[in-house]
C-alpha cells in the first residue's frame, strides 16, 4: 500500500510519502482491503474502524466482528483470489473522506478449485487518519 504526500494530497494530515497522489493510494488500499479480506484478516483489521458497517452481495449487512469472522472463515475454508479486477472507478473527495464507486469481477479458488466469477458493484467509504486510509464501510450488490 502507498503511502500518501502531504503536498501531493492537500488536507489530509501530516505524514505521507512524496510524489503520490491521493486517489492512487486510496485505490490502493481499497486493493488491500480485499486481498486482506481473503488473505490476511489481521492487515483487514487495522484497515476497518470499530463503528464499520458492510453491507454484502448475499444482501446481509455487518460489523467489523461480523466481517472478520468471515474472512477468517474464508481464508480457513481455503478461499484465495485468483483475479481481481475493478473496470470502473469514479471518486468523490470530502476533505478526509474519499468514496469510490465500483464495478468488479472476483474469480476465487477455494482448495486449488477456481469457481465461478462473481461481478457487481460496490461503494466503499475510505477515510484518512493521518496516517493510513481506514475503510469505515462498504455496499456490494451484483447489479442486477
Do not use: C
Amino acid at each position: 500500500m502507498i503511502a500518501l504526500a502531504a503536498t501531493a494530497a492537500p488536507g489530509l494530515g501530516q505524514r505521507s510519502a512524496a510524489g503520490t497522489d491521493w486517489q492512487a493510494s486510496v485505490l490502493d488500499a481499497r486493493e488491500a482491503a480485499w486481498r486482506n479480506y481473503y488473505g490476511d484478516t489481521h492487515k483487514l483489521a487495522a484497515m476497518l474502524p470499530d463503528d464499520f458497517v458492510a453491507m454484502g452481495l448475499d444482501g446481509r449487512w455487518g460489523n467489523k466482528a461480523e466481517t472478520l469472522a468471515n474472512s477468517r472463515d474464508d481464508i480457513a475454508a481455503g478461499m484465495k483470489i485468483e483475479s481481481l479486477k475493478f473496470p470502473e472507478n469514479k471518486i468523490q473527495r470530502y476533505g478526509d473522506v474519499a468514496i469510490i464507486y465500483t464495478t468488479f469481477e472476483l474469480v476465487l479458488s477455494k482448495n486449488g478449485q477456481t469457481q465461478s466469477p462473481i461481478t457487481g458493484r460496490g461503494t466503499e467509504i475510505f477515510r484518512w487518519d493521518g496516517l493510513q486510509w481506514l475503510h469505515p464501510g462498504w455496499h456490494l450488490d451484483s447489479g442486477q
